[in-house]
């Protein structure tokens, strides 16, 4: 749970983007959910390797 002044203000936007560029980066993808007044749910994929 997000507390402090980023979660009062908004933030700037740069979470998503960077938890899509490294999950991608390791062969995997970032899903967002989100429900108005509720914040968001982000679920990254990391492949673990084979087997």
Do not use: D
């Amino acid at each position: 749970m997000l507390t402090g002044a980023v979660r009062q203000t908004g933030g700037n936007g740069l979470g998503l983007s960077i938890i899509r560029k490294v999950a991608e980066a390791h062969g995997g993808s970032a899903t967002v959910t989100s429900e108005p007044g509720e914040g968001a749910t982000v679920i990254p994929r990391i492949p673990t390797g084979p087997g």
